[in-house]
T-cell receptor
Framework: AQTVTQSQPEMSVQEAETVTLSCTYD???????LFWYKQPPSRQMILVIR??????QNATENRFSVNFQKAAKSFSLKISDSQLGDAAMYFC??????????FGAGTRLTVKP | DAMVIQNPRYQVTQFGKPVTLSCSQT?????MYWYQQKSSQAPKLLFH???????NEADTPDNFQSRRPNTSFCFLDIRSPGLGDAAMYLC??????????????FGPGTRLTVL
């Protein structure tokens, strides 16, 4: 079974600075999808960014980008120019081709003004 | 516009009293998921439907059942809730991967309290 590991339970960043959240996963599949989700306190889960495993190019969405290392099974999220509204729980997730989903334990990001 | 709707948002039930949580979607997505999320933990997939095909996770207790009468609706039935079943229950939808659209839409969740 696939597993997703987020080794940083909590991270902190100064407003306007850059922070990187780590994620590793374990799978025997060659085709899959990876996601970062954001869950603000008492709020809905929101997709931040996604990556198809067959694409070598790292996904980018405005201030959010990933460093996808397929061989190392690593999928980190970089948040540039951090804003107060970025404070949330961030979950890394893996989706297999049969639609099965696995989430990491999450990283709580604090943004300091 | 609401796309994934969960009712009720808050549900209180008694120990052992059956409860049903509902989820509906306006997106016409063929995949629907139910997750259990306990405080400060990751969402744990309970099961998902691919159209009418039901896919149960191996470690989902038999106490949890699901029904999907049509594309738009999916229900989570907890036959005999225990105190350990108190959690947020999240419904999500997506298209299957062959559509090329991978985005998964989450509902706001139903917070279940068991007394």
């Amino acid at each position: 079974a696939q597993t997703v590991t987020q080794s940083q339970p909590e991270m902190s960043v100064q407003e306007a600075e850059t922070v990187t959240l780590s994620c590793t996963y374990d799978t025997s599949e060659s085709d899959y999808y990876l996601f970062w989700y954001k869950q603000p306190p008492s709020r809905q889960m929101i997709l931040v960014i996604r990556q198809e495993a067959y694409k070598q190019q790292n996904a980018t969405e405005n201030r959010f980008s990933v460093n996808f290392q397929k061989a190392a099974k690593s999928f980190s999220l970089k948040i540039s120019d951090s804003q107060l509204g970025d404070a949330a729980m961030y979950f890394c997730a893996y989706r297999s081709v049969n639609n099965d989903m696995r989430f990491g334990a999450g990283t709580r990001l604090t943004v300091k003004p | 516009d609401a796309m994934v709707i969960q009712n009720p948002r808050y549900q209180v039930t008694q120990f052992g009293k059956p409860v049903t949580l509902s989820c509906s979607q306006t997106l016409n997505h063929n995949v629907m998921y139910w997750y259990q999320q306990k405080s400060s933990q990751a969402p744990k997939l309970l099961f998902h439907y691919y159209d009418k095909d039901f896919n149960n996770e191996a470690d989902t207790p038999d106490n949890f059942q699901s029904r999907r009468p049509n594309t738009s609706f999916c229900f989570l039935d907890i036959r005999s809730p225990g105190l350990g079943d108190a959690a947020m229950y999240l419904c999500a939808t997506s298209r299957d991967q062959s559509s090329g659209t991978l985005k998964q839409f989450f509902g706001p969740g139903t917070r279940l309290t068991v007394l």
